[in-house]
């Protein structure tokens, strides 16, 4: 089965500032990478996804993450966050077969809470 | 294009009684997958529905069950509420069972139970 870890819960950075939220995964077979952004009150949005090829993907928002797959990561980062970007921000795995399809069960991590202070 | 939609918003039940959420798919989507977010918690997965039939199955116990129809709108079911049930109950679509490499997420339905 596998898991995500999401190693910061909060994360609070100044407007304009870089920003890493940082994932990691175990999974004994190869899968495929998300991030997500949750607003107070609203579902889920997706940010960006790994799926195959380059291993930097670039998401909404200005939003990119990396794949590591030596490291089993998938950090994501925003070179200047804005206000805006407050929000709860969620990594997730799902299977991926050897033929390039998935189950579709997303595993999450406990999520990461971006706090942008002006 | 119309997303994905959920009724209720918020719903207040008590402790034995049961409940049903519904969910509309987006448009040309045929498979549902529906999740339950704890408060401080990650989504966790409670099963999928892919045209009609279950398609997968997380470890909740058999009084969460649910029902996909023809136009693909999903039903979840919850019998015999427990205070752990609490939660923003999220119901997400995608375009096919076997290459849903994303899911489109609707606004959830909160429900409490007292």
């Known amino acids: 089965a596998q898991s995500v870890t999401q190693l910061d819960s909060q994360v609070p950075v100044f407007e304009e500032a870089p920003v890493e939220l940082r994932c990691n995964y175990s999974?004994?077979?190869?899968?495929?990478l998300f991030w997500y952004v949750q607003y107070p009150n609203q579902g889920l949005q997706l940010l960006l996804k790994?799926?195959?090829?380059?291993?930097l993907v670039k998401g909404i928002n200005g939003f990119e993450a990396e794949f590591n797959k030596s490291q089993t990561s998938f950090h994501l980062r925003k070179p200047s966050v804005h206000i805006s970007d407050t929000a709860e921000y969620f990594c997730?795995?799902?299977?991926?077969?050897?033929?390039?399809?998935?189950?579709?069960?997303?595993?999450f991590g406990q999520g990461t809470i971006l706090t942008v202070h002006p | 294009e119309t997303g994905v939609t959920q009724s209720p918003t918020h719903l207040i039940k008590t402790r034995g009684q049961q409940v049903t959420l519904r969910c509309s798919s987006q448009?040309?989507?045929?498979?549902v997958s529906w999740y339950q977010q704890a408060l401080g918690q990650g989504p966790q997965f409670i099963f999928q529905?892919?045209?009609?039939?279950?398609?997968g199955r997380g470890n909740f116990p058999p009084r969460f069950s649910g029902l996909q129809f023809p136009n693909y709108s999903s039903e979840l079911n919850v019998n015999a509420l427990e205070l752990d049930d609490s939660a923003l109950y999220l119901c997400?679509?995608?375009?096919?069972?076997?290459?849903?490499?994303?899911?489109?997420f609707g606004p959830g339905t909160r429900l409490t139970v007292l």
């Open positions: 997400a679509s995608s375009p096919s069972g076997r290459r849903n490499n994303e899911q489109f």
């Open positions: 790994y799926l195959s090829g380059s291993t």
């Open positions: 997730a795995v799902t299977l991926a077969n050897a033929g390039g399809t998935s189950y579709g069960k997303l595993t």
């Open positions: 448009s040309g989507h045929n498979t």
């Open positions: 999974s004994s077979v190869s899968v495929y």
């Open positions: 529905y892919y045209r009609e039939e279950e398609n």
